[in-house]
T-cell receptor, first 113, second 111 residues
């Protein structure tokens, strides 16, 4: 079946602009995660959804970052007033508890100029 | 807060030798421990995982061991091949369903 998809694959934006990143999880997966990976670094947890609710928002770096999930499926990560330090690959993953096996999307490479 | 430490950060082995990567976690409620392989420019791929009710799991050349008392788990790759070269991440899933990842190990298999 189809895996996790993300769009756009690449996004170049000017500093100060807002961006929206989209994630389509595997059908039926109730858990959805957003991570950020800077060049050559590990995975930084941003936010986790179970269904449409986000019980853990502790990883969001600042109030410029927000995320929502509708219909228990598609999720959008929004970054307002982008800064150069926001440049990274943003990865989305989904899983179906209780197996917990997490499947990653291809990521969105964000470049803020 | 929750933390996962991973060692070493880089590892070079000769083709055919074994490689071992170790992780230590802090959240005693963690009950699921996956390992991911990430090749350059690609997404992380799950290669093996272990749950807290199991001490060891093996899949061909890859094995993972878990010591819950000491809160550490290890990845073992035997008979390494050049295509095993990649960055490997360990992770721990805690009681809040939040994955905590290690900082990664860059494995180089020298032909």
């Amino acid at each position: 079946g189809a895996g996790v998809s993300q769009s756009p694959s690449n996004k170049v934006t000017e500093k100060g602009k807002d961006v929206e990143l989209r994630c389509d999880p595997i059908s039926g997966h109730t858990a959805l995660y957003w991570y950020r990976q800077s060049l050559g670094q590990g995975l930084e947890f941003l936010i986790y959804f179970q269904g449409n609710s986000a019980p853990d928002k502790s990883g969001l770096p600042s109030d410029r970052f927000s995320a929502e999930r509708t219909g228990g499926s598609v999720s959008t990560l929004t970054i307002q007033r982008t800064q150069q330090e926001d440049s990274a690959v943003y990865l989305c993953a989904s899983s179906f508890p209780p197996t917990y096996e997490q499947y990653f999307g291809p990521g969105t490479r964000l470049t803020v100029t | 807060g929750e933390n996962v430490e991973q060692h070493p950060s880089t590892l070079s082995v000769q083709e055919g030798d074994s490689a071992v990567i170790k992780c230590t976690y802090s959240d005693s409620a963690s009950n699921y421990f996956p390992w991911y392989k990430q090749e350059l420019g690609k997404r992380p791929q799950l290669i093996i995982d272990i749950r807290s009710n199991v001490g060891e799991k093996k899949d061909q050349r890859i094995a993972v061991t878990l010591n819950k008392t000491a809160k550490h788990f290890s990845l073992h790759i035997t008979e390494t091949q050049p295509e095993d070269s990649a960055v490997y991440f360990c992770a721990a899933l805690g009681g809040t369903y939040k994955y905590i990842f290690g900082t990664g190990t860059r494995l180089k298999v020298l032909a």
